[in-house]
């Protein structure tokens, strides 16, 4: 009997096994790749007979208002409340530039029909990303009948999620991720760009950025940075990071204009240890970011030689397949509800602004000491003209990137109708 | 003598019963004959056959497993795009193995395998140490036990933060990870194999005036190895893990199999990715395989199955 059995559960298991074979060798061609045939997302931010957004209790204290600095040429906004102001040139990347703004509480609200959840990621909850945060909190996504699930979750492991249409907005930077995701065409592009720091290009202001050892250079009182490029320097990721796009730049910028770092030897080593590494002398330099720089401040023995370009945000929101290809009118409702945060509650020097700040911190899990000791951040939701391709040149010099050669064109990197439709430049 | 109600002794082994009447007593007893099994009547066709079930569905589970992956991803089920069909990673690890100098693996698994075996080195010889003290020292294991109990739920990766400060931002962070991780594990096999060996091999040594190393060398040593194995082979594949999570975290010259992988993840590179995840799996199966090689060596005393 118990042979019988034997033999019965074998011979099922190679039948099984037989025709799962089969099956497995049957029709490989389906293509998996998710078809993009959704229109083009109508217009839906440009109408301007919207009642008075609530602009929350909070924003009235912020100072250093930016609404009348838009630049004159590129796209012209029309929507109520972002006249003239809520789109700037592209193309300009002068220093001290002025982001796009709108009036508080503009872009008004459309909210969808129904409530709708989007799934929202980020590897952190820090300031720089804290628009979403307060987008949330302060009841602007609810405004859009929008309701965010939030997902801790690197950038990088997000884009495959967001091509599957699992994750809607994930929070990032100009990393490989996006831009290998643009080059081979997958549904996730970015949509709205995040922060540039107040004082980049500053070198009188201490920041975020790269820092040295002056006993690394020959001559310590003047450091000459063209040496950097021979340097063992370190990022948190290691080469792949925006942080050498900026050094590069800001390095040029300073007057070493043949500047290159293919012979820099660069290591990865974690954020919070590199300041260690410095002081150790395991690097010479090191991308150092806030609030860890300031450290450095009165030790004479360091220096910046590198903060971020000025006037050129780095991160990122990208929208997923569902935002982008599926329901777009989902992801207006959410540029609506993030670009009215930033007017409402980020325009100028928002750290001066206690409401606002007891906010961040509680978003952020920070305290607002913590918070005030570096300067606000000058939120901005425009990406700049040259940057993907500038990015990518680099990347493709540094070896970062070697399955394309020549950089992908930017539309399929960056969609910025979503913002342009939102302040009605769409 | 089986009672009235007891249940029914194991059908495969008691074949017949029968009632009997003891004609001395003349009470009636319960006889068992118990009727030989195939493995009784020819034992070695047994063993044979059994060996080629056991083996043929060792290899069978795992080709079903990923027949079922590739059927998934083939048939659009899983984004191929992403989780790349068993066939598609074949391919590319050919290609990376054969033609991309770029893509130098063997660098990278050098590199890995060297942090590796200085990790498992220290570790088991930290742990051996530890565990045949505080295995063999009542007093030790209550001084020194409370403190390795609550250091060993410590997450190791946590470590590397504080390793990094501590030794330099080198090899040694990396190698320090592994070793500590391998520690725990070697530390409380062989030390519960040392405790657990059997009073009476104890006794029967004490019998024969044997002192302490030869307590050592005749007894505990023999008696502990086969397990202290078991504790060293669970040792080589978690070494395998730790190190590829470290190289995740902090990985020097920006080498290592686990600096790869995640770099692959970086630039959504899903089959570079993979590469290094079977790289990593295959390194983990020689790995333990070798470690189980030498036990069954050195311990030939042991039941095959206690040392793997």
């Known amino acids: 009997m118990l042979r019988t059995r034997k033999r019965l559960a074998t011979t099922v298991s190679v039948l099984a096994a037989a025709s799962l074979l089969i099956t497995a060798c049957g029709d490989d061609k389906k293509d998996a790749t998710p078809t993009t045939t959704a229109a083009a997302p109508s217009s839906t931010a440009a ?10 209790s909070t924003a009235e204290s912020t100072a250093g208002s930016t609404v009348d600095s838009a630049a004159s040429a590129g796209p012209k906004a029309t929507a109520k409340g972002c006249e003239g102001t809520g789109a700037t040139d592209p193309n300009d990347t002068s220093v001290g530039r002025k982001p796009a703004r709108c009036e508080k509480g503009f ?153 290159n770092m293919v012979n820099a030897t660069i290591e990865a080593i974690p954020s919070a240890d590199i300041p260690a590494a410095l002081q150790n002398n395991a690097i010479n330099c090191g991308i150092i970011l806030d609030p860890m720089w300031l450290q450095f401040v009165d030790k004479p023995e360091y220096f910046l030689a590198a903060s971020q370009t000025p006037g050129e945000p780095l991160g990122i929101y990208a929208f997923g397949k569902r935002l982008l290809v599926d329901n777009p009118e989902i992801g207006d409702a959410f540029a609506r509800a993030f670009l009215r945060t930033v007017n409402t509650y980020f325009n100028g020097d928002y750290h001066k602004d206690p409401a606002v700040m007891a906010k961040i911190a509680e978003a952020t899990g920070q305290n607002p000491e913590q918070l005030s000791r570096v300067d606000s951040l000058v939120m901005d939701w425009e990406f700049r003209a040259k940057t993907t391709t500038e990015v990518q040149k680099l990347f493709i010099e540094l070896g970062v990137i070697t399955d394309w050669k020549t950089p992908v064109p930017e539309d399929k990197i960056i969609d910025r109708s979503f913002a342009l439709r939102a302040v009605g430049a769409g | 003598m089986t009672e009235p109600n007891s249940p029914r002794p194991d059908t495969t082994v008691l074949r017949d019963f029968a009632v009997a009447r003891n004609t001395v007593t003349g009470s009636s007893v319960r006889m068992i004959s118990r009727q030989p099994t195939a493995a009784d009547r020819n034992p070695g066709r047994h063993t044979r056959k059994r060996k ?152 029967a040594a004490r019998s024969f005036n044997a002192n302490r190393w030869q307590m050592f060398r005749h007894v505990i040593l023999p008696s502990a190895l086969p397990s202290i194995f078991v504790g060293l082979r669970v040792a080589a594949g978690v070494a395998v893990l730790t190190l590829i999570g470290s190289e ?49 060596l050195l311990t030939p005393w042991a039941p095959k199955d206690s040392v793997g």
């Not at chain 1, 109408?47 to 929350?56: E, V």
Request: proline share 6%; net charge positive; charged share 15%.
């Open chain 2, 248 to 296: 995740f975290v902090f990985a020097p010259g920006n080498q290592g199999i686990g600096y790869r992988i995640n770099n692959a993840r970086q630039i959504l590179d899903p089959k570079q990715a993979y590469v290094g995840l079977v790289v990593a799996a295959l390194l983990g199966v020689l790995f333990i395989a070798i470690i189980r090689m030498l036990g069954r």
């Open chain 1, 107 to 259: 872009p008004a609200p459309q909210p969808l029909k129904e409530m709708t959840t989007i799934n929202v990621s980020s590897a952190f909850k820090l300031e720089f990303n804290s628009p979403l945060l307060l987008a949330d909190s302060m009841g602007e996504l609810a405004k859009e009948n929008l309701k965010m699930n939030f997902i801790n979750l690197k950038f990088a492991d997000a884009v495959p999620q967001m091509a599957a249409g699992q994750i809607d907005v994930a929070v990032g930077g100009l990393e490989v991720a996006l831009l290998a995701a643009g080059n081979q065409g997958l549904p996730v592009k970015a949509t709205l760009a995040n922060y540039f720091p107040p004082h980049a290009g500053d070198y009188t202001v201490p920041q975020t950025g790269l820092w040295c050892r002056r006993d690394a250079f020959t001559t310590p009182d003047k450091p000459n940075l063209k040496e950097i490029e021979k340097m063992k320097l370190a990022s948190s990721v290691g080469r792949g990071t925006v942080s050498w796009y900026y050094t590069v730049e800001e390095i040029r910028r300073q007057g070493v204009a043949d500047f």
């Open chain 2, 52 to 203: 080629i079930i056991e083996r043929t569905l060792g290899i069978a589970f795992p080709v079903v497993l990923i027949t079922l992956w590739q059927i998934a991803s083939v048939r659009g089920w899983i984004d191929r795009r992403f989780y790349p069909a068993p066939s598609d990673i074949v391919a590319e690890m050919r290609a990376t193995f054969r033609n991309n100098p770029k893509k130098n693996w063997w660098i990278d698994i050098g590199v890995s395998v060297r942090r590796m075996l200085w990790g498992y080195f220290w570790g088991v010889l930290l742990g051996l140490l530890f565990g045949f003290l505080l295995g063999m020292s009542r007093l030790l294991r209550a001084t020194i036990g409370p403190t390795l109990n609550a250091l060993y739920t410590v997450p190791k990766l946590a470590l590397i933060g504080i390793f990094l400060i501590i030794l330099g931002f080198d090899e040694k962070p990396i190698i320090a990870v592994v070793a500590v991780t391998v520690f725990f594990f070697v530390w409380i096999q062989t030390e519960s194999a040392v405790v657990y060996v059997p009073e009476g091999f104890r006794e």
């Open chain 1, 47 to 56: 109408s301007t007979d919207s009642t008075t957004a609530g602009s929350g």
